[in-house]
């Protein structure tokens, strides 16, 4: 890969920099005011949104690989959580190999919010990669995981960009 500076010199001037992280802002404040709308129905927030699409996207997974992703105290998640499943929107089983392992899916209930919250975000990205077109698509992929610490990233390399399943790193 090339080394940025010395393609584009502008591409790091102080007031593009400042500029992508105000981009950053106002992008983030639209796509979660989207999600923000439906869970004010339902009297949750964005960790609880976090919550549901994670255990949606990895139905069977252990609270502590949850814990991991989220990057919370266990406090914060039981809060969200167990809301979550009073109402229920999320089921706990216990592991079949380890009895202490609580492993989360979502109920019917929660896969239908999960569908919600994701369908209007998916049609704003939609939008956003239809206007843009395909080589800045790329490009903004390759932005977004060199955002996200090195860890992480390797969620990111199946050469889709799909999240790797629980356990695989």
Do not use: C, W
Not at 26 to 48: C, M
Not at 75 to 83: A, F, H, I, K
Not at 124 to 141: C, D, K, L, M, T
Not at 144 to 161: K, N, Q, T, V
Request: charged share 30%; aromatic share 8%; net charge positive.
């Amino acid at each position: 890969m090339a080394d940025v500076k010395s393609a584009n010199p502008l591409f790091l001037r102080e007031d593009e920099l400042r500029q992508a992280i105000e981009l950053l802002f106002f992008g983030y404040r639209d796509f979660t005011g989207d999600a923000d709308r439906i869970l004010a129905e339902y009297g949750f927030g964005r960790a609880h949104h976090r919550v549901i699409y994670f255990v949606g996207r990895h139905p069977g997974m252990p609270v502590s690989q949850l814990l991991a992703i989220l990057r919370i105290t266990k406090q914060s998640l039981s809060r969200v959580l167990g809301q979550l499943v009073a109402e229920g929107f999320v089921q706990q089983t216990r592991g079949t190999v380890d009895r202490r392992q609580r492993l989360l899916e979502l109920t019917d209930k929660g896969r239908e919010l999960e569908r919600k919250l994701t369908e209007v975000q998916k049609q704003r990205i939609a939008r956003a990669y239809r206007e843009a077109g395909a080589e800045a698509v790329a490009g903004f992929r390759t932005v977004l995981r060199g955002l996200i610490d090195a860890p992480d990233r390797a969620r990111f390399d199946d050469g889709e960009g799909a999240p790797s399943p629980p356990g695989r790193r």
